[in-house]
């Protein structure tokens, strides 16, 4: 032999960086499985107070339902309050209407009749015909 033969040396090489490569590929598994634990711990801490939170949080939340359920309940019962003040406000009004048409011809009347009354007692007061200022018993 009288050269060095690079074909073991590049093999040689190559065995030495895959071997390399997989130890830091190991590395990094160990390194990620210790987060990955830590993350793990964390989250059955979480799940630990979650569940120790979870019942006076539901308790909360069917309260807050009940209070909203009766507003709802009232809310209703408004409308139908608000609907039937609306109903009773029409009829007055009507029945508001109703009477002025029934009275205002009754007021009228009764503006005549007293007119016709003061003129009946101005003329027997004083005997004059107030239409045309002459006496009662035909003397001018």
Same mark, same amino acid.
Request: net charge negative; aromatic share 2%; no cysteine.
């Given at each position: 032999?009288?050269?060095?033969? #690079?074909?073991?040396?590049?093999?040689?090489?190559?065995?030495?960086?895959?071997?390399?490569?997989?130890?830091?590929?190991? #590395?990094?598994?160990?390194?990620?499985?210790?987060?990955?634990?830590?993350? @793990?711990?964390?989250?059955?801490?979480?799940?630990?107070?979650?569940?120790?939170?979870?019942?006076?949080?539901?308790?909360?939340?069917?309260?807050? *339902?009940?209070?909203?359920?009766?507003?709802?309940?009232?809310?209703?019962?408004?409308?139908?309050?608000?609907?039937?003040?609306?109903?009773?406000?029409?009829?007055?009004?009507?029945?508001?209407?109703?009477?002025?048409?029934?009275?205002?011809?009754?007021?009228? *009347?009764?503006?005549?009749?007293?007119? +016709?009354?003061?003129?009946?007692?101005?003329?027997?007061?004083? +005997? &004059?015909?107030?239409?045309?200022?002459? &006496?009662? @018993?035909?003397?001018?």
């Amino acid at each position: 032999m009288t050269g060095t033969d #690079w074909s073991i040396v590049l093999d040689a090489g190559v065995g030495v960086g895959v071997l390399v490569m997989g130890i830091a590929a190991l #590395w990094m598994a160990a390194a990620l499985a210790k987060t990955l634990g830590r993350v @793990n711990r964390t989250l059955d801490e979480v799940d630990t107070q979650m569940a120790g939170i979870g019942k006076p949080v539901g308790e909360t939340l069917e309260h807050v *339902n009940g209070i909203a359920d009766t507003a709802e309940k009232t809310l209703a019962r408004l409308g139908g309050v608000v609907k039937s003040l609306e109903d009773v406000a029409g009829q007055v009004s009507s029945t508001a209407a109703l009477a002025k048409d029934a009275i205002s011809p009754a007021i009228v *009347n009764v503006g005549a009749t007293i007119a +016709g009354v003061s003129a009946g007692l101005r003329r027997i007061v004083t +005997g &004059k015909n107030s239409s045309n200022g002459s &006496k009662e @018993n035909g003397n001018e």
